[in-house]
């Protein structure tokens, strides 16, 4: 997520010590929950939507190879 306003670094921790000790700490938690969810669940996500698929008859023919190459192993 992007932020939808342009605040300085330093901005935002001025606005962060002007709050009271509780809604910091709050604050604290969100940020470290935020940080500590693994974000990767959602690129595996967007990779297996976006990746490229097989067409029946492409997948037929991988399914032969392979076929072919187990046989070739135990022979």
Same mark, same amino acid.
């Given at each position: 997520? @992007?932020? &939808?306003? /342009?605040?300085? !670094?330093?901005?935002?921790? /001025? *606005?962060?010590?002007? +709050?009271?000790?509780? @809604?910091?700490?709050?604050? $604290?938690? =969100? *940020?470290? %929950?935020? +940080? ?6 959602? #690129?595996?996500?967007? +990779?297996? *939507?976006? %990746?490229?698929?097989?067409?029946? =008859? @492409?997948?037929?023919? !991988?399914?032969? $190879?392979? #076929?072919?190459?187990? /046989?070739? &192993?135990? $022979?």
């Amino acid at each position: 997520m @992007e932020p &939808r306003i /342009k605040i300085d !670094y330093n901005q935002i921790v /001025k *606005l962060i010590h002007q +709050l009271p000790k509780t @809604e910091i700490e709050r604050l $604290a938690n =969100s *940020l470290q %929950a935020e +940080l500590s969810t693994p974000q990767s669940s959602e #690129a595996i996500m967007e +990779l297996i *939507l976006n %990746a490229p698929t097989w067409t029946d =008859s @492409e997948f037929d023919d !991988y399914n032969q $190879a392979r #076929a072919h190459v187990n /046989k070739s &192993r135990i $022979a």
